[in-house]
Nanobody, 112 residues
Framework: QVQLVESGGGLVQAGGSLRLSCRAS????????MGWYRQAPGKQRELVAT???????TYADSVKGQFTISRDNAKNTVYLQMNSLKPEDTAVYYC??????WGQGTQVTVSS
């Protein structure tokens, strides 16, 4: 049974930072493509960033240079470091494994 458990969301002022974590179980994490997505109110879920088993990363244009995805295979955990946060980054952030499994989501709210 695959489980993805996100943490680290919260309320932050514009310009602040947050680090999201997603701990995976039930999969061979070290060989799994991992990703972060987000869904803002009234909008479709969108890709934020992905990281391959080898550490290759991709980012949505809207977060390039602002967010950093990383992974720790020893801890079965993927991270999303979010800096210089803006109100438009407000969304529920979801962890994804292998384009198959989803976490429950963690709310990020950026106040202006």
């Amino acid at each position: 049974q695959v489980q993805l458990v996100e943490s680290g969301g919260g309320l932050v002022q514009a310009g602040g930072s947050l680090r999201l974590s997603c701990r995976a179980s039930g999969i061979i994490f070290s060989i799994s493509l991992m990703g972060w997505y987000r869904q803002a109110p009234g909008k479709q879920r969108e890709l934020v960033a992905t990281i391959t088993s080898g550490g290759t990363t991709t980012y949505a244009d809207s977060v390039k240079g602002q967010f950093t995805i990383s992974r720790d295979n020893a801890k079965n955990t993927v991270y999303l470091q979010m800096n210089s946060l803006k109100p438009e980054d407000t969304a529920v952030y979801y962890c994804n494994a292998k384009n198959l499994w989803w976490g429950q989501g963690t709310q990020v709210t950026v106040s202006s």
